[in-house]
């Protein structure tokens, strides 16, 4: 595409000049970058030409907060700040994109990820101290950086009164005895002006009363399913205010449970479509490799390293990152570079039974279930696990297709908001998708007539042919002999839970997903299980178990259990020992029988 018109319209802008570069291949990127960037010049494209677009670009108010950072120190240096490339793109694009109805902000809510020590700190803190001086509106701004811990604000809080400090002895020496901005370890303000900016915790700050006109959260992949309250709180200030927004910055983490990782996933479709309709006050720029291949491809890493665009940090950062790179990988750690150094997510357990490029990788948004094979594996609990019902549908190429419902009792957690925080899962977002039930029992109870019902309700609908249903015969005596009694066609076959019985499905759920012949549904729980499986073992094979037993596992193991015999389905195999019978049919039911003769004899 030519942007020739949009470079003469912005002929000096900082962020035409970078994203220009990345489109042509001068300025080294990675796909997520270049999405942002086609985004970028196709919304400048779209100001005068797209009547339904309702936001403007001022080149005027990008150009004088990069301005300003010129009047900063480098904190580690403490040189002259001198934003690079990327930097100035974040700066104008944040600060120039406007809606002229509210005279506001056009982005409420911006994402920025890239690999560690590339200057994503400093930038937001040059960014930050520019609102709480000159922001809007002109009295009542109420700003904060917030983190998983008081600790994790320090350096972002710390840039800033460092640069105050320089500002009130230099440039704004008279602005500072006009307004007596004062500060202490956790507060700057501006009294005159009834504005101020603050430091809080995640962990610990209430943040309810206040409305703030711009929220910071730093080393967001820190924050799990427990601050998700915490971030809302932050958030729901910001409503009614059309000049709010809110940040969330940081490097990719080895926990793809947090909310971070959920933004990520949802932000990353947005950028491979270019689709962003329902998300048009959200910006998104994700400094990522795009392979765990480059991590020996040295002249890539700017890919998650955008400060390499600058010679002397280019060859400082190599050297790093190469010995980095050399020392973990001795370790056999070196999925702690993929993250920190290349900006990639990790399921990182030491003993992870999947990495999570291969769970991530399975996923689908459609399968037709109607008329199926399945293998049913049940995983029963009723006051504290949940209890899990996966199908495994075997379908064409010797492919798998795995879809559960659980059942989520709050019996020992007390309310779905604790069950929530102590197993890391929005349960209640996982029954909108209608991949889990949770408890109405006035005990908090899994009541075992609903779960029964259930199955048998969604294998009927479905008109499913239920090749065997496999149980882990704990706990389960009553369910199993109901089943017996109303589907006496069923094969119903109990797993004992041991390594020795579990081994064959485990490797082979494992080895199916290596193979890329499995697939599943953006289902949480599901999701959540296979990320929270570690591989124990002994002399006699492996098996799935948690590290923690808040780490929910129960879909995994009843997905093993369906495995135990539908590892089988392609071939002659069985775990099924046949029965002793006077009939020459042996165990073959009543339809078996009639396909024999339908098969071998003409009539």
Known sequence: MSYDNIINMYPNDDSVAYAVGVLDGSIIAGEKIK??????????????????FNFIYDANQAKKIIEFSTLLKDVTSGEQFIASPYQKFILACVQGWRNPYTEGMRFKTIFISMARTNGKTQVLAA??????????????????????????????????????????????????QKWGVEFNQNEMRIDTLRTSMKRLSALGSPSDSDHYTTGIVDEYHLLGQKQRDFISSMTSGMVNNPLAQMFFISTAGVDPTVPMFDDYKRYSKMLESGDWSTSEKDLVLIWEQDSEDEAYLTETWQKSNPLMEVDVMRKNLTEGMITERDSLNS????????????????????????????????????????????????????????????????????????????WIPIAKSGSIEAKEQRDNIDYRSVQKKGY?????????????????????????????????ILYD?????????????????YLIIPVRQGIKSLNEPTKFLQTSFIKHNITT???????????????????????????????????????????????????????VDEKKTNSPFGSMNDEQISDYFINNFSF
């Not at 702690?336 to 990790?346: A, E």
């Not at 490029?357 to 996923?363: C, H, K, M, S, V």
């Not at 037993?549 to 879909?555: A, G, P, R």
Request: hydrophobic content about 40%; proline content about 1%.
């Open 473 to 489: 015969q704990w706990g389960t005596g009553t369910f199993i002999r109901r089943l017996d009694e109303v589907k006496e066609d």
């Open 331 to 406: 370790q056999g750690r070196i999925r702690d570079f993929y993250v920190k150094n290349m900006n990639l997510w990790q399921n990182a357990k030491v003993n992870a039974f999947l990495p999570l490029d291969l769970i991530q990788n399975a996923i689908i948004d459609e399968f037709d279930m109607f008329g199926r094979d399945v293998f049913i594996g049940f995983d029963y609990s009723q006051t504290n696990d949940d209890t899990s019902v996966a199908f495994v549908f075997p379908h064409s190429n010797k492919k798998f297709h795995l879809y559960q419902h659980s």
């Open 35 to 52: 999405r942002a960037c086609e985004r970028h010049m196709s919304d400048l494209g779209r100001v005068d030409t797209d009547d339904g």
């Open 436 to 468: 889990a039930t949770i408890t109405r029992d006035r005990f908090g109870l899994i009541d075992e007539d609903e779960v029964f019902n259930w199955m048998l309700n969604f294998i009927e609908t479905n008109e499913l042919d239920v090749k065997a």
């Open 127 to 176: 960014y930050a101290l520019y609102n709480f001086l000159f922001g809007y509106p002109k009295i009542n701004r109420q700003l904060a950086v917030s983190s998983i811990d008081i600790a994790h604000t320090k350096n972002l809080y710390k840039y800033m009164t460092y640069n105050w400090e320089q500002l009130e002895r230099g440039a704004f020496k008279k602005l500072s």
């Open 521 to 575: 549904f953006d289902d949480q729980a599901l999701i959540q299980g296979l990320v929270n499986a570690v591989i124990v073992g002994d002399n006699n094979g492996i098996k799935v178990d948690k590290n923690v037993n808040s780490q929910k596992i129960d879909t995994v193991d009843a997905v093993v259990n369906a495995l135990y015999e539908g590892q089988f389905y392609f071939n002659d195999f069985t775990n």
